[in-house]
């Protein structure tokens, strides 16, 4: 009898697991097609990349785009909207940079360059000397001052192109653009020129941040990215006369901080109104593009996910937060200020998620998490297998989250395929063009469907 | 004693396989390696689409793809390389159509449209009549000839947005396209009208073939296809103007057939010669692009599997076979005579694998197979993973190696992303430059790596 019985709540536990397992599959099937026949993400980057465009920390269109997010979350009745205050860093880029290479007086050809950002202008008429080239730090240091002093220092190491995840290819180069002007000048260079970070060999310069770690103003020298194109012809011509002159001028200018935000927008919880789950993107971009992937797509999605909740009826467990979080480009400002107030507040955050590597078609989540809440997400896997979402790995998950990162909170990070995102990142062809309609929103609906049971079980 | 004696064959057997394991490993990361490295695929496909350009069959153009393709093939010192004669159809656009709407008798607004592959000529002064939309061809049977008759069919039914596969929203859509013009020329129309096989809304026609049935010459209507834009455009005027006349010229041609060829070239296996693995892709394309994605990148990805192998030093057990198909596009003749001589010569096909879906980021493989068979491919699925290779499904392989099922062979056909492959199918956007050199690179690494689990185990 008491097997019996125990057969019965077996049975009975069953079909309720399969039940509920099938309203899951439903949730999910809303999500995706309300995002796919119905979606707003696109409409809102067309907005945010065509009538607002590149929107660094500072300029005149961030302040643009943290209006324009505040109107649009008020548009979609979210429960609460508000601005965050955050002091960002402004640097200006001036006039277009300049630069050649001279193999003897008066035979000069244009390289096309671009500043890194946060570098220094060179003076009014420019800098002029010899190149070294070098590929790490290592060989920088090795040939010393006395090589080094007066020169300009090429780093032309390039991304690995064996390598599966474009992001690691990235990690293996990017000190060159970080930190390669801080090491040249330690040793007396004059200005650094690094190679784009660009698995494709093409004509567009990439900036992105740099740094000058300790050195005083004095000390700090002018620092660009030359185009992958440039980069070979520099180094092949190097190689027939290394006596060759490089000519660079760029006006670029820091300003002291200004006044930006963060722009949030929530749901409240109906049961645990108190728990905070948050999905976001970055509302700055740098200036050459639009902007469209980098990271206008993560901030519509990140909208997307609270308005397809509305839109198919779902009425969360938890508070459930968009965060468009400002400067991550050059600063990271705007995600160290959110994780400040959220721990003034004592706010409970139990999951982050961020969409910061393009507007692709989506292929799963990178996540932050101990192995017990990452098997719990893995559980969860065979729902989106049908949505082709096959990748669900423990690692990192996006710059502007981070800094919510403490023992209770799991972090995640989209990741869209990422076959091409380096061949629009920091370039001018960070363009709305280049984005797919079906790939942002498949995104927009996997991170929706992420969220959602998350919301569902918590952890 | 014997226990440990077990034990010991146990242990020694675990370090065989492990050691094993590690040589796929490694084979599969020097695949990868010379691709993405030191591939031949994407030059290859420069010289196919731009040098060369779209080739539909019985054109200059293919007559020179299939001169380029032995040529390719030779340079790769491969054990033999031959072609196949093979009759085609030849049918040919002209000049390029034309098409209106007149709302009034002055008032016209042109629309891009195309002629449908296989599709007879308007008279020279074209055809002028009202349209009547529909999207299935029981709503086109339900009005029935007296108000089809001397009327222009307008076949608007769209893929559908929220599958997520696009071939699954193709295959819902394109017999509008394929036997359109049959239908409605039974109920007396005078023309059709279908809409792009598109799920972007843009301005760009798109081809594909299509079909008269048993009608005699005299029976059949020209068929054009009209963009998605056109198309919105067209079923708007029409709920206002539902009298408005649609104007359509086109002067295309079919002629007698001429012969062309399959291009075929092998590596001999070592331990088993007479067991045949076919890798390949259709040579010929629609003629309005230069036929990148379809199907020079499956060509090109063909090509390399047999190049791959004999770049690293792998010499196959079972012989390899690149066969570039000729024809798939308007009659799959090049297929058929395959299969025919294939017979014919008693030659013992294994496996067939097919790249026919595009030249974007690579997610797996559709396998025909028996379930163990089957279940064999799926236990090298986790040699895949480290290279994001996670789609692994029973279901159809290739049109054109199609023919050569029979009970022993498995088919399968590589799965890349689908996202954004409509957007250019069949279309003039079917252009190099919609190409991502790593994507297809990667494309050619994956299917080198099944031919290589394929060689080693067989069937």
């Given amino acids: 009898m008491k097997h019996l019985a125990l057969l019965g709540i077996f049975i009975f536990s069953s079909i309720c697991v399969a039940q509920k397992a099938d309203e899951h599959e439903k949730i999910l099937e809303k999500l995706y097609q309300t995002s796919l026949l119905n979606g707003q993400s696109y409409d809102w980057l067309d ?69 890194l950002g946060g570098s220094v202008a060179t003076s009014y008429s420019g800098i002029k000397s010899e190149v070294i080239e070098v590929k790490t730090f290592e060989e920088l240091e090795a040939l010393g001052r006395e090589k080094v002093e007066g020169k300009i220092i090429f780093f032309n ?17 990017v000190n060159q653009r970080y930190q390669g002007a801080e090491k040249a000048a330690s040793l007396g260079a004059i200005g650094v020129i690094v190679r784009s970070m660009n698995l494709r060999l093409d004509d567009l310069p990439h900036t992105g941040a740099m740094s000058y770690g300790d050195l005083t103003n004095k000390e700090k020298i002018p620092a660009a990215a030359i185009s992958t194109n440039g980069a070979e012809m520099l180094s092949g011509m190097l190689k027939l006369n290394p006596k060759l002159q490089f000519y660079l001028k760029q006006n670029c200018q820091n300003y002291p901080d200004v006044e930006s935000h963060n722009v949030i927008g929530e749901i409240k919880g109906t049961e645990f109104p108190d728990e905070y789950i948050v999905v976001g993107g970055h509302l ?34 938890r508070t459930i937060r968009v965060v468009m979080f400002m400067n991550e480009e050059n600063g990271l400002r705007g995600g160290n200020k959110y994780a400040e107030v959220a721990k003034n507040n004592n706010e409970k955050h139990i999951f982050a998620l961020e969409s910061d590597a393009g507007g692709f078609t989506p292929r799963g989540f990178s996540i932050a998490a101990s192995d017990e809440d990452f098997k719990k997400i893995q559980s969860w896997e065979p729902y989106f297998k049908p949505y082709l979402i096959h990748y669900f790995e423990q690692g990192g998950s996006g710059a502007d989250i981070g800094p919510l990162k403490n023992d209770d909170i799991v972090l995640a990070g989209l990741r869209p395929d990422s076959q091409r995102y380096f061949d629009h990142h920091h370039a001018a062809n960070d363009t709305f063009d280049a984005i797919n309609k079906r790939e942002l929103e498949l995104g927009a609906a996997t991170m929706a469907a992420l969220v959602y049971f998350v919301d569902q079980f918590g952890f």
Same sequence: chains 1, 2.
Wanted: negative net charge; charged residues 20%; proline residues 5%.
């Fill in 284 to 317: 700055d971009s740098w200036d050459l593009g639009d902007g469209a992937h980098d990271d206008g797509a993560g901030i519509v999605q990140s909208m997307e996910v609270l308005r397809l909740f509305k839109e198919i009826g779902y009425a969360p467990k």
């Fill in 47 to 115: 907005h945010l990349s065509n009538k607002i465009g590149g929107r660094l920390s500072g300029s005149v269109q961030a302040a643009q785009a943290v209006e324009w997010g505040k109107e649009a979350l008020e548009a979609i009745s979210l429960d609460n909207v508000w601005l965050q205050p955050v002091m960002v860093p402004k640097w200006v880029r001036g006039t277009f940079e300049y630069a050649y290479i001279e193999t003897s007086p008066g035979n000069r050809i244009n390289v096309p360059v671009c500043a």
């Fill in 157 to 173: 190491r390039p991304m690995q192109a064996d390598l599966i995840s474009t992001f690691s290819a990235y990690s293996g180069c």
